[in-house]
């Protein structure tokens, strides 16, 4: 999968039906679900890595200003980086290059979901079997953290 695609598919929520994340969710997930399992496997690892590329205290400031970002919920800032992602590569390159742009309040916590939901879809399997190289959760991006070494 090229990262064009995965920007295509994350394009494909239907923010029409904003309250339902699974019906926002649902063009983007049927599309997905076309596509080889290995596909769904890649898209799942760019989604890692772009969560992970946002695991950092710099973006954690942005997130939450004038908290101590050694204190913040680790699940709440994993669901607000997914904000960033659901707005498309242009924003998500823009507060990754000025943290400032943070799109503070907002959280899209069902786009961890996608590629397991598509996985389903296209197989009938509940299981999603498929680890990735990089794991998106909060403060596992060392290097992001320098205050924690």
Request: hydrophobic fraction near 40%; proline fraction near 5%.
């Given at each position: ?28 997930e049927k ?35 004038g908290e ?82």
């Amino acid at each position: 999968m090229s990262e064009g695609l995965f920007w295509e598919i994350l394009d494909l929520f239907n923010w029409k039906k904003t309250g339902d994340d699974d019906a926002v969710m649902l063009p983007a997930e049927k599309r997905l679900a076309t596509l080889p399992v290995e596909d769904i496997f890649a898209f799942e690892d760019i989604l890692t890595e772009k969560l992970y590329q946002l695991d950092g205290e710099q973006y954690a400031a942005a997130c939450y200003p004038g908290e101590d970002t050694n204190h913040i919920s680790g699940d709440a800032f994993l669901y607000d980086r997914c904000s960033v992602l659901v707005n498309g590569p242009v924003f998500y390159e823009s507060v990754v290059n000025d943290p400032s742009k943070w799109p503070v309040g907002m959280e899209f916590e069902s786009l961890l979901n996608l590629a397991a939901q598509a996985y389903t879809r296209k197989t009938k399997e509940e299981d999603f079997p498929h680890l990735t190289a990089l794991s998106y959760e909060t403060r596992s991006n060392m290097a992001g953290w320098p205050s924690l070494m």
